[in-house]
Nanobody, 124 residues
Framework: QVQLVESGGGLVQAGGSLRLSCAASGRGLSSFSMGWFRQAPGKEREFVAAIGNGGTYYAASVKGRFTISRDNAKNTVYLQMNSLKPEDAADYYC???????????????????WGQGTQVTVSS
């Protein structure tokens, strides 16, 4: 059974940076695709970024500012977030898609395993 644990959230000023980590246990990361999603209070969960064996994909709102990467040796996926804006504030979740290792899906229902989330707060 794959388990995911996020870390790295916190409070940052607008324009600052944070790096989120998602540590996976149970299976090697190279076996599946990984995604990051976020949910702000009162809003629906939205796609942020994803990485599969075929490449990466980003939401338009974060492209050029966020970078998703993974270290298979450490079984960890990262989300480097630069030039943060107040509208980036949310709970961030990593998720694993065990069925489509080559697809960096943007659809949350493609992901069967979710972490508990880490909170990102951006002050203006």
């Amino acid at each position: 059974q794959v388990q995911l644990v996020e870390s790295g959230g916190g409070l940052v000023q607008a324009g600052g940076s944070l790096r989120l980590s998602c540590a996976a246990s149970g299976r090697g990361l190279s076996s599946f695709s990984m995604g990051w999603f976020r949910q702000a209070p009162g809003k629906e969960r939205e796609f942020v970024a994803a990485i599969g064996n075929g490449g990466t994909y980003y939401a338009a709102s974060v492209k050029g500012r966020f970078t998703i990467s993974r270290d298979n040796a450490k079984n960890t996926v990262y989300l480097q977030m630069n030039s943060l804006k107040p509208e980036d504030a949310a709970d961030y979740y990593c998720a694993a898609d065990l069925l489509r290792p080559w697809t960096a899906s943007t659809r949350d229902y493609d992901y069967g395993i979710w972490g508990q989330g880490t909170q990102v707060t951006v002050s203006s």
